[in-house]
């Protein structure tokens, strides 16, 4: 008798274990994570060079930034750099347009990061540029100018223990008079190669060393701008 109370007790805990044991993982899933997409940037076009904005006063104006909407993106955040004092301002938005006062008489930068609440990844946009005209203003300041090779950041392979800096230069008024270049071991760099009309120039480098270089662009008009810093290393 007491052997087959065991058996049936011993087929209620069987039935119970089965019942509990489940039916296949119940475990949650993971959400899935969408990262966001770039936009295409529409105004202030690219270069633009007679933008006026909207007049605050003397000095500022407000301006309209708009773009193309991007997928996966809860907010934007739009930065803006001026690229004479390269001090960069970020505004935010949760839409695809936005008003920025700046000041006038400046040349700008500006881009668009697509961010989501559900990712830390970004996405950027193209960098346009626009030269937010000043009131009565008839020559304008020529752009910062941009290193183009070595390429910022990267290490090079000197040939002769010579490198060669180019750069590119613009200017809305198209009168750009020379170039001065400043090179180095030290940031920022402080001497002078010398003022070229040339979008080029040879420098004495030696292995196993980290140089700075800017560029400087003056226009016929005496208006300058100076670059960022650039760096390369050579190997």
Known sequence: MQTRYLK???FIIAIILTSCGGGGDDSPTEPEIFIP???ELSLPANDEVCLTGVSVNDSQATVAFSWQAATNV???NVEVKNLTSGQVNTFASATEATNITLNKGEPYSWQVISTSSSTTETAESAIWKF???GDG???YAPFMAE???PAVGTTVTATSSKVTLSW???DVDNDIKNYEVFFGTATPPTTSLGVTTDTFLEVDV???TIYYWRVKTTDEEANCSISEIFEFKVN
């Open 8 to 10: 049936i007790y011993e």
């Open 37 to 39: 997409t770039a936009s």
């Open 74 to 76: 809860d907010s934007y």
């Open 131 to 133: 030269y937010l005209a």
């Open 137 to 139: 203003v008839v020559n």
């Open 147 to 149: 290193a183009l090779v």
């Open 168 to 170: 590119q230069g613009a």
């Open 206 to 208: 030696t292995a196993n």
